[in-house]
């Protein structure tokens, strides 16, 4: 599989961005990412304030010190295996990327202090882990060493550890929903575990082999980081009462802006937020929309400090639809006030009704003369050859989405990133 060079490569979502979206279970919302170009749904749409319930959670020193030690095993293992390996059937782009995979990831491990830190400092490893496994996963399949079989017993393992500790957590903890959602990423990071580790099927080529390490890897360091913020969480470690100021403050802020946003609408406003089933949706709604959309923009920063101007726009993009697809969601768990219990299958179905509106408000705006010029460029595009829509790794129709979608929002990147990262 062969990419363009990093100026077209910009250009289009990569589909490691695309399974990533995908493999957080939100279906409707990856939906919404993919089709709507942002800025005609930032102008469609009234603007809300989004609560923001940043993780407090402090990561130990010894943690962080574990998953820098698993990235930098990585990048070690990447690069003697790339010194081996007969790179004469790469492109020149896709070699020179894989080539710096392993220092770009080890510098990036040395950036980082040896002391606590916060959910950001374990997302960055991460992508140092990432970058490190994909240029380790083409080497693998360069020199005859990828083995599909060892690949699934690895997935079929993090499958099984996954749901362990999920039905573990879901068993000890006295309120699992607001545990799983406050403390830092863990639900984040079992999910994307479970998620990236059921996508098992034959590389086609190097890069392919590379994309699918670099989804393992990352679901590994997920379910490690999870793992260990749940047993901080159980132990206590130092200090026991730690965590549990920490969440007690997180619901307190959590209720105080779940109210402030009701009161913006008159038939929600007065009245105290019942402390039961229906009040914990609501409120997971508000933070997983904080939490996925912070992802989003996080990705966004890297790109744009590494030049790829367009996939920061798409990634702006998507933390934009994350906000707004989490939010109208809000308004449309029709539960009532004393449910004890919310099936998921409501949760999901309010999502697909707030991206159908998003959806039915572009297609009647009067902005759809420009989505169907977007639509024609992207078209001619197409038509013409154009090497950054690459037909052999993505549909026709999906190149089609990706291009209008990051070329909508190319224009307007810069300012939206801006007024999102003040939410």
């Not at 206590?236 to 403050?249: A, D, H, M, Q, V």
């Not at 090497?387 to 939206?416: I, K």
């Amino acid at each position: 599989m062969s990419r363009p060079p990093d100026s077209q490569r910009d250009s289009l979502l990569s589909r490691r961005q695309f399974l990533g979206v995908s493999g957080l279970g939100l279906g409707a919302v990856a939906f919404a990412t993919n089709t709507l170009p942002a800025p005609v749904v930032e102008a469609r749409t009234k603007h809300r304030d989004i609560p923001s319930v940043p993780p407090q959670i402090e990561i130990p020193a010894a943690h962080i010190e574990a998953a820098k030690s698993h990235a930098k095993q990585l990048a070690d293992d990447a690069k003697r295996a790339w010194s081996r390996a007969d790179t004469s059937s790469l492109d020149e782009s896709d070699s020179r990327i894989l080539k710096e995979g392993p220092e770009k990831a080890q510098n990036q491990i040395n950036e980082i202090p040896p002391e606590p830190g916060n959910p950001r400092t374990l997302e960055k490893i991460q992508y140092s882990a990432g970058v490190a496994a994909e240029t380790l996963g083409a080497a693998q399949y360069l020199n005859d060493e990828y083995s599909e079989k060892d690949y699934e017993t690895e997935a079929s393992k993090l499958r099984s550890n996954v749901e362990s500790v999920t039905n573990r957590i879901e068993i000890e903890c006295d309120d699992p929903h607001e545990f799983l959602v406050h403390v830092g990423r863990v639900e984040y990071h079992l999910q994307q575990a479970a998620g990236f580790s059921r996508r098992v099927s034959p590389p086609e080529d190097a890069m392919e082999a590379g994309e699918m390490l670099w989804n393992l890897e990352s679901a590994r360091r997920d379910f490690e980081d999870g793992k260990r913020l749940y047993w901080q969480y159980r132990n206590g470690l130092e200090n026991p009462k730690s965590f549990e100021r920490e969440l007690t403050r997180n619901r307190k802020w959590l209720k105080k802006a779940a109210e402030t946003l009701r009161g913006q609408d008159d038939e929600d406003s007065g009245g105290d937020l019942p402390d039961n089933a229906y009040r914990q949706i609501r409120g997971r709604i508000y933070t997983h929309g904080w939490f996925y959309g912070r992802n989003r923009l996080n990705e966004a920063e890297r790109c744009k400090k590494e030049g790829l101007d367009v996939l920061a726009a798409v990634a702006t993009a998507e933390a934009r639809q994350h906000f707004l697809a989490w939010h109208h969601a809000e308004n449309r768990v029709e539960v009532s006030e004393d449910a004890e219990r919310i099936d998921a299958k409501l949760v999901f179905r309010a999502k697909r009704a707030a991206v159908n509106e998003l959806q039915n408000a572009i297609d009647g705006s009067e902005e759809r003369l420009f989505t169907r010029k977007l639509l024609e460029t992207a078209e001619n595009r197409t038509d013409s050859g154009d090497s950054a829509l690459d037909f052999s790794e993505y549909p026709r129709a999906e190149a089609y989405g990706r291009y209008l979608l990051g070329r909508a929002h190319a224009e307007h990147a810069n300012g939206t990133a801006t007024k999102l990262t003040r939410w």
